[in-house]
């Protein structure tokens, strides 16, 4: 069981490490609070003096931001023209950078292993194993010096391993 938990938290660890080193979910995370905390400056100075708003302070600009772009829904609406203005582009922009960052990093993730080569190699390998029927002699030979090959280097791996 303690095992098992073991190799559940590296796993998980491992699975981490992909995702911030092999897609750009840092970047869009980035991104996305750099332009929420400059659209939100933007909404609390448009908002400055405007009769009957709400935002009247930044917290309260950064709160209305989260709750613009993550379609929660808008309890009070900016009163000023400019505001509003800038508010109806950061529902956009937040929303798209938002999700894109979504669905960006889940594609990056599992469209990398069809990148690797060593992917490429273990398919080429299961694909002529599945027709070995349909090989000839000198292609089965080739097939085993390439497989006794394999066989050597896992070898020398381990031994490395265990030095």
């Known amino acids: 069981m303690r095992r098992k938990k073991r190799s559940l938290k590296k796993r998980g660890k491992k699975f981490i490490r992909d995702i911030v080193i092999h897609t750009p979910v840092i970047n ?17 100075f448009g908002e400055q003096g405007a009769e009957g708003t709400s935002i009247t302070s930044y917290g309260k600009a950064l709160y209305w931001g989260i709750a ?8 009070d609406m900016p009163k000023s023209g400019i505001a509003e203005f800038i508010g109806a582009i950061w529902i956009i922009l937040g929303s798209l950078l ?9 594609t990056a993730y599992f ?5 690797r080569p060593s992917k490429q190699i273990i398919d080429t390998i299961e694909y002529n194993l ?5 090989l ?3 292609e089965l030979e080739l097939l085993k010096e390439t497989t006794d090959s394999l066989i050597e ?8 391993r265990a030095k």
């Not at 869009?28 to 609390?44: C, D, E, H, P, R």
């Open 28 to 44: 869009m995370t980035f991104l996305l609070v750099m332009l929420w905390m400059l659209f939100s400056a933007g909404i609390y």
């Open 68 to 75: 613009a772009f993550s379609t929660a829904g808008i309890a």
């Open 98 to 106: 938002f999700f894109g960052a979504i669905v960006a990093t889940v």
């Open 111 to 115: 469209m990398r292993p069809l990148q």
């Open 130 to 134: 599945e027709q070995l029927d349909d």
């Open 136 to 138: 000839s002699i000198e």
């Open 153 to 160: 280097h896992v070898e020398h791996l381990k031994s490395v």
